[in-house]
């Protein structure tokens, strides 16, 4: 009787629905995709083994990913050990399998259907199953974890999950998407979460801060010796390690992530073999402090990667919303009289390179027939005359009605004053003078919010996809609060805006893309500055880089030993032979040719 | 404010002084240095003193720029007179230009071709003390940014005390309800987190010259209250003050006729240390960028610079040298004034 009453218990699941979630069947129709046509990246010829050492400059406050403290950089370590459903391909940039073998679209254009790997399993053993998906979209909107950004995204964003069965599933979103933009709005970052582990009471800040949470990826934090140091241990038998994609990545045994507080004592800590690899992007470190013994003696190499993939827009965006910047003249004066070359050249040792549009990276969707306006006093000249700022005032600069040609320059980062005085004084040749406000991060980024800046000096980080709405789009200028920060408003770039956005044919989004372009480059409202389409860093070596060595989008692999929802991280391995051959020839004295290796296999043109 | 004529008192206590030799050298050489930086423009600047062009003389140090076209060149912008002097020494005909002997100004970036700043200590190029991370020369900032800490710390001391001074004194005098009142708020008002308040306001807005001043202003005031109040106290039952009273003379009269005069000696041991506080202070809020706003020349702002890239040393060194010389010769004149200042050698207590 007894065994008969547990029997009918579990058959009737507990809920047949919440809010989060409900069963349901496979839409008719359905065509599933995958992708194990595209090429493999990873070299087959990397080792398994070794101990990778590597530093981190603070201790997190929180092995959770969510919560209070949590938005730490070290959350990408712990994220990118949560297999992705889908990943985009780091060179050819389209879908390939992740966690899950197999993916449709509903014909709604707002449902993406999943099949999980069969051998899919969570860190403790147990399989990942459909409902552990449901249980991440409970936790996330759960007032629990306290974190406002995260329920807010995971309401509004996702409708609820669809359970098929036990190993298949679909996320509803609660708005149409393009096929890109569903995996990219739904499937990536959003992980499953395994409900033995996360209890979501009140308590669950407190009681999972130091614990270590079950996970679906190659790696698992092993130890951790609090303020000191953190060791991810690779799964022996990670049920992914023989995927196409995933095979001969993840090749290091153990990685050690020591804390060291100081990047220059870090780099000490490098240069005496205690860790393994260094990020040398930054001028001064490539150019003046990896000099010396372990580099002269080739116990140490260097390399330099140019990379492909979607650049930060950082530039000058002119408010439009001010009178002085209604007048298109005035702003291509503007175009014309900042010596973002000079910059270059000099206070960043012609290490960075100019950015010539807005979009940049975005493979066919860049538009490179646009360049840069160069510093140019003849034609900032003739612009600002006929805009009727002909005549100079007794300090050299423009005077129109009383009125000089003066714009003030808010700015966040007192690490760019020396770009920003070469700036300003370049100017002055042209006759106008620019104001530097400097203010702390936040404070700069809310006056830009506000709008309450004349000229914006700025960056935005580099997405999967240009944001051309929320920087370019009428609807958000204008008005506080939005990422228009140069108020553009015009009716023409609106049109090609929303068309882009509702087009799913990737070669008719890429025409639009590269239209749009042209449109922010014509309105000129828009200074572009730099990008730096590289990275650099130093290494022992002992450590082997597969060829090439990164991948179209790929980055700095030293800096991200892991990577949240990207397909190119652990691709490098130690050589235990090279190991005890460098040590051995550093006791006895025994040189090897110093190396630099540039590559160059993605460098654009 | 009136100020007692020289009396044989005042005479002896400035021979006093005079014989303090460090204290003496001291403030000849910061007097010397404070009025020479008011002429900065004349030795450290890029403009020339003098340019003759086709037989015009001009003087185009101090006034409105003068562009390029004016000299013959082919840029409307201010004239690069370093380049000119070039120009008209190959040329050979006759003009020239007399450069200062720094031929740099604080804001000026030098990148010649194809080298990086900062650039080390060098005599051809004329950057005695090298550059900073943008080129720009540090002993021309150096000396601009010592102008403006000393005009800075000049100020904020002349308002401090003017309204430190009044309230003590007032304090001291009317005694009672008003002394009490005022002690509170100053009690109150000294635990305002100084530091604090300054970063909050430099964050929603970029404080200039003056509201800087202000805003040290309006945490600064109370240091010389207390010390006025004492002093006050001490001399308003002294008979001549009584003797003032008996008269009819005002309040006013009497404090600023009878009391302040000989009070002046606590004021003045006072006020090279507030100088010495002030640009202290003014250097540190740089230092931690919410001082003045960029680009204006200051030692903080040099010396953040110099921190960060302690492989050029000579940014670092410069300041460092530079604050440790101030700040010893501001002591020296303390000191010595404190000596010649001290009431117990002069006055002989009734």
């Not at chain 1, 389409?533 to 082997?544: C, L, N, T």
């Not at chain 2, 890029?46 to 060149?73: C, D, K, M």
């Amino acid at each position: 009787m007894k065994t008969l009453l547990l029997s009918i218990l579990l058959a009737v699941p507990a809920a047949a629905s919440s809010p989060h979630w409900e069963k349901a069947s496979l839409p008719a129709g359905l065509k599933w995709q995958t992708n194990e046509a595209d090429p493999v990246y990873a070299d087959p010829a990397a080792k398994k083994g070794g101990t990778f050492y590597a530093h981190i400059l603070s201790f997190p406050l929180t092995l959770r990913t969510v919560g209070p403290d949590a938005n730490d950089s070290f959350r990408t370590f712990i994220n990118a050990n949560h297999t992705e459903l889908t990943y985009f391909h780091p060179n050819t940039r389209k879908v390939i399998p992740g966690l899950a073998t197999h993916w449709a679209y509903g014909p709604d254009q707002k449902s993406i259907y999943f099949k999980i790997h069969p051998k899919a399993a969570w860190s403790d053993g147990a399989p990942v199953v459909s409902m552990d998906y449901a249980f991440g979209l409970e936790m996330m909107r759960s007032k629990a974890i306290v974190a406002p950004w995260y329920n807010e995204h995971y309401s509004t964003k996702f409708d609820k999950i669809l359970i098929i069965d036990d190993k298949t599933f679909a996320i509803i979103s609660r708005d149409r998407h393009n096929h890109f933009d569903l995996h990219y709005t739904l499937a990536e970052g959003f992980h499953p979460r395994s409900s033995r582990f996360h209890k979501l009471d009140e308590n669950w800040v407190r009681d999972v801060n130091w614990k270590i949470e079950p996970n679906t990826g190659p790696y698992q934090i092993s130890s951790i010796e609090k303020g000191k140091e953190i060791v991810f241990e690779r799964k022996k038998d990670w049920w992914g390690a023989d995927l196409k994609y995933f095979k001969n990545r993840y090749n290091v045994d153990r990685i050690v992530l020591k804390v060291i507080r100081d990047q220059n004592i870090a780099f000490e800590h490098f240069k005496k073999g205690q860790l393994d690899g260094f990020s040398l992007t930054i001028p001064q470190y490539w150019h003046d402090k990896a000099k010396g013994d372990v580099f002269d003696k080739g116990y140490v190499r260097k390399l330099w990667f140019y990379e492909d993939r979607p650049q930060p827009e950082y530039g000058m965006w002119l408010n439009q919303d001010v009178d002085l910047f209604k007048d298109r003249d005035v702003r291509l004066g503007f175009q014309h009289a900042m010596n973002v070359d000079k910059v270059l050249s000099t206070v960043l040792r012609g290490d960075y390179e100019r950015l010539n549009s807005s979009n940049e990276g975005y493979g066919k969707g860049t538009n490179r027939e646009l360049k840069a306006r160069p510093f140019d006093l003849k034609k900032a000249d003739m612009h600002l005359t006929k805009a009727g700022w002909g005549k100079r005032g007794p300090d050299g600069i423009r005077v129109k009605d009383g009125r000089r040609l003066s714009a003030r320059v808010t700015y966040g980062h007192a690490s760019h004053n020396e770009r920003v005085v070469v700036l300003k004084e370049e100017a002055k040749k042209a006759g106008i003078e620019l104001t530097l406000q400097l203010l702390d991060p936040a404070a700069s980024f809310k006056t830009m919010l506000e709008k309450k800046h004349e000229i914006a000096y700025s960056g935005w980080g580099a997405q999967r996809q240009p944001e051309y709405w929320g920087q370019y789009h009428g609807v958000n200028a204008h008005k506080p609060q939005t990422n228009n920060f140069s108020n553009t408003d015009d009716p023409a770039l609106d049109k090609m805006i929303t068309a882009w956005r509702a087009e799913f044919d990737a070669d008719k989004r890429d025409e639009l893309s590269r239209r749009i372009q042209k449109r922010i480059w014509e309105i000129a409202a828009y200074i572009p500055t730099w990008k730096v389409p590289y990275w650099r860093v130093a290494y022992w070596r002992w450590v082997k880089w597969p060829n090439p060595p990164g991948t179209r989008t790929s980055d700095d692999p030293i800096l991200y030993l892991f990577k949240e929802s990207d397909a190119w991280d652990g691709m490098f391995w130690l050589d235990e032979d090279a190991k005890k051959e460098t040590l051995a020839a550093m006791k006895s004295g025994k040189t090897f040719p110093p190396v630099t290796l540039v590559d160059k296999t993605y460098r654009e043109n | 404010m009136i100020f007692p004529r020289l009396d044989p008192l005042t005479r002896k206590k400035f021979s006093r002084f005079a014989r303090i030799r460090r204290g003496w050298w001291s403030a000849v050489l910061l007097t010397a240095a404070i009025v020479m930086s008011f002429f900065a423009e004349l030795f450290v600047s890029n403009r020339a003193l003098v340019v003759r062009h086709e037989g015009r003389w001009s003087f185009p140090a101090y006034g409105a720029i003068r562009p390029g076209t004016e000299f013959g060149q082919d840029y409307q912008y201010e004239t690069n007179y370093r380049r000119l002097k070039k120009t008209f020494e190959e040329a050979d005909r006759g003009d020239f230009v007399l450069l200062p002997p720094i031929p740099y100004n604080a804001y000026e970036n030098d990148l010649p071709e194809g080298v990086y700043p900062p650039t080390a200590p060098d005599f051809a190029s004329r950057h005695f003390l090298g550059t900073d991370t943008s080129g720009r020369d540090v002993l021309a900032r150096l000396i601009y940014g010592f102008r403006t800490a000393i005009i800075f710390s000049l100020l904020l001391l002349l308002c401090n005390y003017v309204v430190g001074i009044s309230i003590g004194c007032a304090m001291g005098y009317y005694g009672g309800a008003f002394d009490m009142f005022f002690q509170r708020l100053i009690e109150v008002w000294s635990n305002v987190p100084f530091l604090y308040v300054i970063i909050i306001v430099a964050s929603i807005m970029v404080p200039n010259f003056f509201t800087l001043i202000f805003i040290m202003m309006f945490f600064g005031w109370m240091g010389m209250t207390w010390y006025m109040r004492t002093a006050v106290y001490k001399q308003k039952i002294r008979e001549y003050v009584q003797a003032a009273r008996a008269a009819g003379a005002r309040d006013s009269y009497i404090i600023f006729r009878h009391i302040l005069p000989n009070t002046i000696s606590v004021i003045v041991t006072f006020i090279p240390f507030s100088v010495s506080g002030g640009i202290v202070a003014l250097t540190s809020l740089d230092y931690l960028g919410f001082g003045l706003p960029p680009p204006t020349p200051s030692w903080g702002e040099l010396l953040r610079q110099g921190t960060n890239r302690l492989d050029s040393i000579w940014m670092a060194a410069s300041v460092v040298v530079s604050m440790i010389a101030l700040l010893t010769m501001v002591t020296f004149v303390g000191e010595a004034v404190r000596e010649a200042f001290d009431p117990r050698r002069h006055t002989v207590y009734e």
